[in-house]
């Protein structure tokens, strides 16, 4: 899939997966050796590490959190603090009680499909059971920080913001509360406030397949905003890695109700980058309308890009090529409205280790413009902070965002006006 530094690649190396596997649940194989995983990733480091100069002191901690790395617990805090010495971004080691497990494999998994049939039997298709949220852990407590659009979350009601107390009177755990339930209903015990009171939710579990998720969430996003007499088109972007992404943005922008709006608010708030070198051209671009006419005189306009104005959000979650993107639309004069993004902008590379678990590594450096945003990021041109636990719901960010486009529209129409 490597189709340039920004866009992360995939090589995976895969054993085979455990018993019990066909029935949709990858498992570590606790058979492999601590000790087995930890060399392993040391010899996957130093072959493919981007910066061979900056392993001195990944080298000097190695004695110590091999040692510590005795079992399962200790393997899991020993190689995260041994890959946190690298100080970089698109590393890290993730196991299959983690979202980022499922969601990183299937981001990688266009070049390796086959291989991908050992975990994922019988056809690879990277999978798990759950409702279509993403959590942050913020001072010891859960909360939500996403809701796919268009997922049985969604649905459901539940909200950016809510603390999630229990699922079925237990406690929370990203894969474990929703495994073997796919087709059953859950219940999900949320706090909407600061000591507030425990509200029930419940919540239909279904089968998930990352890249279908993302796209439908795309699609489902689409939406019109009325502000001040204007029709702002809405749009967020949740992977710009899943299949068949740009043809669907593409559709989105040259169909209603997008096509018609005065301007859109893209919001690059997402989950995961893969934006290629171009993704810039698709919404701040100048590229030429072609109207077409058939033998009754009925006309069509396609566009190649988006010929109105733009708006844009981004926040900590926006990383990797929608960084790029980001900075792109910068440089295009297109607003940006948030927080600065997350600074993790090098090309990675991922290998599935001896004991099933996925390593995530740097491999190639990346420079825009000849600036390094791994660590920097990019900044909003009007900060707008978010808090996310209690918010119920709330958004500052694209409050913001709609009001500033609102503005600009509102301008437009002056400026196109005679005398006005």
């Known amino acids: 899939m490597y189709r340039s530094a920004w866009l992360l690649s995939l090589s995976l190396t895969l054993l085979p997966s455990l018993p019990g596997s066909s029935l949709g649940a990858v498992a570590i194989d606790s058979n492999v050796p601590p000790a087995a995983v930890m060399g392993q990733i040391g010899g996957i480091v130093r072959e493919d590490f981007y910066d061979r100069n900056r392993l001195a002191e990944f080298n000097s901690a190695e004695a110590r959190l091999r040692s510590a790395a005795t079992s399962g617990q200790g393997l899991t805090k020993a190689s995260s603090d041994w890959l946190a010495t690298l100080h970089a971004s698109h590393t890290g080691r993730f196991t299959p009680d983690s979202l980022d497990y499922y969601e990183i494999a299937d981001v990688f998994a266009r070049a390796v499909h086959d291989d991908l049939r050992a975990l994922f039997p019988p056809d690879g298709e990277v999978s798990y059971e759950g409702i279509g949220i993403a959590t942050a852990n913020i001072a010891g407590n859960t909360f939500i920080s996403d809701v796919y659009h268009g997922t049985p979350a969604a649905a459901a009601g539940l909200r950016i913001g809510d603390e999630i107390v229990s699922v079925d009177g237990k406690p929370f755990q990203e894969i474990g509360s929703f495994l073997g339930k796919a087709g059953q209903e859950v219940t999900m015990q949320v706090r909407r406030a600061a000591a ?8 239909k579990v279904e089968r998930l397949q990352p890249s279908r998720v993302f796209n439908d969430a795309i699609r489902k996003s689409v939406r019109i905003v009325e502000r001040d007499g204007a029709r702002i ?57 072609v109207v077409l006419a058939d033998r009754n005189g009925e006309t069509s306009m396609e566009a190649t890009s988006w010929q109105k104005p733009v708006v844009a959000i981004i926040d900590g979650g926006s990383r990797s090529g929608i960084e790029i993107l980001a900075h792109g639309l910068k440089q295009a004069g297109v607003l940006l409205v948030g927080t600065r993004t997350a600074g993790d902008v090098l090309a990675g590379r991922a290998f599935v280790l001896k004991d099933n678990s996925l390593l995530e590594l740097a491999v190639l450096d990346v420079r825009v413009d000849g600036v390094r945003l791994e660590n920097n990021g990019v900044t909003p041109d009007v900060e707008v902070p978010f808090t996310l636990p209690y918010a119920d719901g709330a958004d500052p960010q694209l409050d913001r965002a709609v009001d500033e486009m609102a503005e600009i529209v509102t301008k437009v129409r002056r400026q196109s006006t005679p005398g006005g």
């Not at 507030?196 to 919540?203: E, H, R």
């Not at 899943?242 to 989105?252: C, F, H, I, Q, T």
């Not at 922008?253 to 810039?280: F, Q």
């Open 196 to 203: 507030g009171p425990v509200a029930s939710v419940g919540v």
């Open 233 to 289: 088109g809405y749009l967020r972007i949740w992977s710009y890695a899943s299949r068949g992404v740009e043809e669907l943005l593409m559709n989105l922008l040259n169909a209603e109700p997008l096509k018609s709006a005065d301007g859109l608010v893209l919001d690059l708030r997402g989950r995961w980058g893969g934006a290629p070198a171009d993704a810039t051209d698709l919404f701040a671009g100048h590229s030429p309308t």
